[in-house]
């Protein structure tokens, strides 16, 4: 009895008798002397042993041995991955609040900008969940588990497809109200989930699929070199790169426009570029630099630790731009604010008081701002004013 030949991605293993353990050369060596070897076990059943898994440990010791430059700048980008995901998390759900509590923020924009913060916030929490254990050195994780670290993985590419799709449909209904009328009425929200959250699970699922019957690895490592991965890559690529013409012409239309109105050379570039820095987190055009693959050690380490950045702020860009920099939140949270302090104990002034709101007696200096702000009346007091 014996154990099949198999190629895991970067090694043919021969036909092996069982109960034995086969040595390979490392596939990727730098050494000069002993040659570190990666091995695979053949168990008595005439299966390979750890669920069809090579061990690289050797070879992967070696390669941080022989280039730490390396070491450090992956340990950089995960760090980098691993800290920007939590900032960006707790943003993202602040955000995804201030949408969702004021009433008269609602509108088919802000219902697909919470889909889109909602997606990012999965994907940041997917993320630290998945890099926890390396930043945090365990001993124990879900890698442990290989049902669970197969599930985590699934999750992980779900979370990245379903943002980017979603990315796709912000730049889709954008496109439409700037340029072209593809939806004659209200947007339909049915087709936008379906994209959004629907296709990526059909994605990864006929991924998942493919590696459970070809790729039977304990945590389904390595699986990016193999042809199935096109599987996730092309579809991303085919949204990236729509919303990327998508941007080009929305900006094309509105340098037009304002030429139309004849709005002075560096006014419009300004404009310009104040519309492409706004846009581009928003449509994910610079996911499109994942794609790239620099040659040389210090073109390598720019564009990991730049990738890092970009990838990791995401979320960061999003909610600043699009929340707390947004004039209709502003309008909201800022006479919030000032309510809360003419509110406060300390307030000096004046006590007599205009009539109530509900239960709450406003101070004189803010009767009348609040009487003049609809969207005071609507979201904070939910109370209609009286007097």
Same mark, same amino acid.
């Given at each position: 009895?014996?154990?099949?030949?198999?190629?895991?991605?970067?090694?043919?293993?021969?036909?092996?008798?069982?109960?034995?353990?086969?040595?390979?050369?490392?596939?990727?060596?730098?050494?000069?002397?002993?040659?570190?070897?990666?091995?695979?076990?053949?168990?008595?059943?005439?299966?390979?042993?750890?669920?069809?898994?090579?061990?690289?440990?050797?070879?992967?010791?070696?390669?941080?041995?022989?280039?730490?430059?390396?070491?450090?700048?992956?340990?950089?980008?995960?760090?980098?991955?691993?800290?920007?995901?939590?900032? &960006?998390?707790? !943003?993202?759900?602040?955000?995804?609040? *201030?949408?969702?509590?004021?009433?008269? =923020?609602?509108? $088919?924009? /802000?219902?697909?900008?919470?889909?889109?913060?909602?997606?990012?916030?999965?994907?940041?929490?997917?993320?630290?969940?998945?890099?926890?254990?390396?930043?945090?050195?365990?001993?124990?994780?879900?890698?442990?588990?290989?049902?669970?670290?197969?599930?985590?993985?699934?999750?992980?590419?779900?979370?990245?497809?379903?943002?980017?799709?979603?990315?796709?449909?912000?730049?889709?209904?954008?496109?439409?109200?700037?340029?072209?009328?593809?939806?004659?009425?209200?947007?339909?929200?049915?087709?936008?989930?379906?994209?959004?959250?629907?296709?990526?699970?059909?994605?990864?699922?006929?991924?998942?699929?493919?590696?459970?019957?070809?790729?039977?690895?304990?945590?389904?490592?390595? &699986?990016?070199? !193999?042809?199935?991965?096109?599987?996730? *890559?092309?579809?991303?690529?085919?949204? =990236?790169?729509? $919303?990327? /013409?998508?941007?080009?012409?929305?900006?094309?239309?509105?340098?037009?426009?304002?030429?139309?109105?004849?709005?002075?050379?560096?006014?419009?570039?300004?404009?310009?570029?104040?519309?492409?820095?706004?846009?581009?987190?928003?449509?994910?055009?610079?996911?499109?630099?994942?794609?790239?693959?620099?040659?040389?050690?210090?073109?390598?380490?720019?564009?990991?630790?730049?990738?890092?950045?970009?990838?990791?702020?995401?979320?960061?860009?999003?909610?600043?731009?699009?929340?707390?920099?947004?004039?209709?939140?502003?309008?909201?949270?800022?006479?919030?604010?000032?309510?809360?302090?003419?509110?406060?104990?300390?307030?000096?002034?004046?006590?007599?008081?205009?009539?109530?709101?509900?239960?709450?007696?406003?101070?004189?200096?803010?009767?009348?701002?609040?009487?003049?702000?609809? =969207?005071?009346?609507?979201? /904070?007091?939910?109370?209609?004013?009286?007097?």
């Amino acid at each position: 009895m014996v154990c099949e030949p198999y190629w895991d991605g970067l090694t043919c293993w021969p036909e092996t008798p069982v109960n034995t353990t086969v040595f390979r050369p490392c596939p990727i060596n730098a050494s000069v002397g002993a040659v570190p070897m990666a091995h695979r076990i053949c168990r008595a059943n005439g299966t390979w042993s750890n669920g069809n898994w090579t061990n690289y440990t050797l070879c992967l010791l070696d390669m941080v041995k022989k280039n730490p430059m390396e070491n450090d700048v992956g340990q950089s980008a995960r760090d980098i991955y691993f800290f920007g995901s939590i900032i &960006s998390a707790v !943003l993202l759900t602040i955000t995804l609040f *201030i949408f969702s509590y004021f009433r008269t =923020l609602q509108c $088919n924009r /802000i219902s697909i900008h919470k889909n889109l913060v909602l997606s990012f916030i999965v994907r940041c929490t997917i993320l630290v969940i998945y890099l926890e254990p390396l930043v945090t050195n365990r001993k124990s994780s879900y890698r442990d588990k290989p049902w669970l670290c197969k599930l985590l993985t699934c999750l992980h590419q779900y979370s990245l497809i379903a943002n980017i799709f979603w990315m796709f449909v912000e730049g889709l209904f954008l496109h439409n109200r700037v340029a072209v009328s593809v939806f004659n009425s209200e947007a339909p929200f049915r087709v936008f989930y379906a994209v959004g959250w629907g296709l990526p699970a059909l994605i990864v699922l006929a991924w998942a699929v493919c590696l459970h019957l070809y790729h039977d690895d304990p945590c389904w490592n390595n &699986s990016f070199n !193999l042809p199935y991965t096109w599987i996730i *890559i092309v579809p991303i690529m085919i949204a =990236l790169m729509v $919303n990327l /013409i998508f941007l080009c012409n929305i900006i094309r239309i509105l340098i037009t426009k304002l030429r139309a109105n004849n709005t002075v050379e560096i006014c419009l570039n300004r404009k310009a570029v104040k519309a492409l820095a706004v846009l581009f987190p928003l449509l994910g055009t610079s996911n499109l630099l994942f794609f790239l693959k620099p040659q040389g050690e210090t073109s390598v380490i720019v564009y990991r630790i730049t990738n890092a950045i970009l990838q990791s702020s995401q979320g960061i860009f999003v909610s600043v731009i699009y929340c707390f920099m947004n004039g209709e939140v502003s309008n909201l949270l800022v006479p919030m604010a000032t309510v809360s302090s003419i509110l406060s104990p300390g307030f000096p002034g004046s006590h007599s008081y205009p009539p109530e709101v509900g239960a709450v007696q406003i101070h004189p200096d803010a009767y009348e701002r609040i009487q003049e702000t609809e =969207l005071l009346r609507a979201d /904070i007091f939910r109370l209609p004013l009286r007097g």
